[in-house]
């Protein structure tokens, strides 16, 4: 069985992080992961506009702006694109919060050294494409409604 591709946008100051992040991911062994890499959150939307990406991978605090804004910014535009924010460990609420205004999930700056950041991009990822598959059925029920079955007519 060939391993899921994945292709994450993340949002991180420190290239020290980035690798970590990376070297845990790659150590997991469960998925292929793409990263691509920016450091502002202006950069964050400008990606996420011009590229398909199955998450996003977030730092609280970025160059230009914070993660919570960014993530509102997402929101507002209805970009649908999971993201899981980090945090540092004494931050957990501002997590919670960013879970609060749609991200999928949150992980403290020592958690992404873990399997909890392969457990988190699961997830999203999973809930995703069940969102996804949800979405697709009622648009195939509307169709239903509004039309017959046997005879086609309206």
Do not use: C
Request: aromatic content about 4%; glycine content about 6%.
């Amino acid at each position: 069985m060939s391993k899921q591709n994945i292709s994450i946008l993340l949002a991180e100051n420190h290239h020290s992080s980035f690798e970590a992040i990376k070297t845990n991911l790659t150590n997991l062994n469960e998925a292929k992961y793409k990263f691509d890499v920016v450091k502002t959150g202006k950069d964050v939307l400008e990606r996420a506009d011009r590229n398909k990406f199955d998450l996003v991978l977030m730092k609280l605090a970025l160059l230009d702006t914070t993660g919570i804004k960014v993530l509102d910014e997402i929101t507002r535009r209805k970009m649908e694109m999971p993201v899981i924010m980090i945090v540092d460990g004494n931050q957990e609420h501002l997590g919670v919060e960013a879970m609060d205004r749609g991200a999928y999930d949150y992980l403290t700056e020592d958690e992404i050294k873990t399997a909890a950041l392969g457990r988190a991009i699961r997830r999203a990822v999973q809930r995703k494409k069940l969102e996804d598959d949800i979405k697709d059925s009622l648009k195939k029920l509307e169709k239903m409604v509004i039309k017959d079955g046997l005879t086609g007519l309206f």
